[in-house]
């Protein structure tokens, strides 16, 4: 559904940016919206490390490590750091998304304006 074209659909959809010279402007956008997006998927993998530490290895020590980090996966603290994780990410992501919209909006539009379309 994101992208029906696939991922090479996607890379093509910059190209009349590229001709025009207006992809920094959206490369800028993307870099800012890759730290939230990168803090949401850290929090989801150590969720699924800690949900992993307590069904597969259910009987065992509750110390674990992820991100070269050893943790106690039965703690409150590191349950509530994933979720801090996840949800916080995800809210400033949201943020950023739209900046992403309006970066891309503008580029396509200088694009166009100089005769490159899609």
């Known amino acids: 559904m ?17 001709r025009a010279g207006t992809l920094f402007t959206v ?8 730290v939230p997006t990168l803090t949401m998927i850290a929090g989801l993998i150590l969720a ?11 009987g065992e020590d ?3 490590k992820a991100f070269g980090v ?6 409150p ?8 994780l996840v949800i916080g990410g995800f809210v400033v992501a949201r943020q950023t998304w739209r900046w992403v919209g ?12 100089k005769g ?3």
């Open 2 to 18: 994101f992208a029906p074209g696939g991922i090479t659909g996607l890379l093509m959809k910059h190209r009349p940016l590229v």
């Open 27 to 34: 490369l800028r956008a993307y870099l800012v919206a890759l």
């Open 48 to 58: 699924i490390e800690i949900v992993a530490q307590h069904t597969v290895n259910a």
């Open 62 to 64: 509750p110390n674990t």
């Open 70 to 75: 050893r943790f106690n996966a039965a703690s």
């Open 77 to 84: 603290l590191i349950w509530l750091l994933a979720a801090a």
């Open 102 to 113: 309006k970066a891309w909006d503008e580029a396509l539009i200088a694009a166009r304006e």
């Open 116 to 118: 490159f379309y899609a």
